[in-house]
């Protein structure tokens, strides 16, 4: 599969780059949610996600946990989904009235920026919390078999998993870096920020 992601694989290309502010009465909390479109799970690049999703959501020193320490959102963590012919790497965030969304956006550009620059030491605890927690999954039968079913499903290949596994083994420095710089950009991203509409007194 190219590197070069197919337009014509995702549902609506023209949205990309964009930014929606919504807002309602039907909320109790501001929410923002920011989602980048990437390759799907057949990939190589999508192992290199899946650690770079591992990174940002360490329960210490990292992206999620120095946005809820803060107190700039009351919930925050950074997910990657994988559809039919793409995938999508999202944050997405609880935020407190006074909590701006271009300040969660800030955080996240100068925290991709910092982990540019990975040791191999943090790369490698990373990879194999990820293959930790992946192996761990497959002792659980339904999970697996839902697993591989979702592969199939998606990337029309029954032995993904293997693969994925063998990938997930193979990403260097370099490829985490070459992969915040090729996906992880505003023109290839959505911006969501739903607003809580403010009663009249």
Not at 30 to 58: C, E, M, Q, V
Not at 62 to 79: M, W
Not at 165 to 186: A, C, F, G, V
């Amino acid at each position: 599969m190219s590197d070069k992601l197919q337009a014509s694989q995702f549902p609506n290309p023209e949205i990309l780059g964009r930014k929606f502010r919504i807002t309602s009465k039907n909320l109790s909390i501001s929410k923002f949610r920011k989602s980048w479109y990437t390759p799907n799970s057949g990939h190589r690049d999508y192992a290199g996600l899946l650690i770079l999703t591992t990174i940002l959501n360490k329960t210490a020193n990292s992206l999620t946990s120095y946005i809820v320490d803060s107190e700039l959102a009351r919930v925050f963590i950074v997910g990657l989904s994988h559809y039919k012919g793409f995938g999508l790497m999202s944050c997405a965030a609880d935020l407190p009235h006074d909590t701006s969304p271009d300040a969660i956006q800030a955080i996240i550009l100068v925290e991709l920026e910092k982990i540019k620059f990975i040791s191999e030491d943090e790369l490698d605890a990373a990879r194999n919390e990820l293959l930790h927690s992946m192996y761990s999954e497959f002792y659980d039968r339904s999970t697996m078999a839902y697993s591989f079913g979702r592969a199939f499903v998606h990337t029309n290949d029954p032995l993904l998993y293997p693969k994925l596994l063998k990938n997930i083994k193979s990403i260097h420095r370099e490829d985490i870096r070459r992969i915040i710089d090729q996906y992880l950009t505003d023109d290839n991203s959505i911006t969501l920020y739903l607003t809580v509409k403010k009663s009249k007194k």
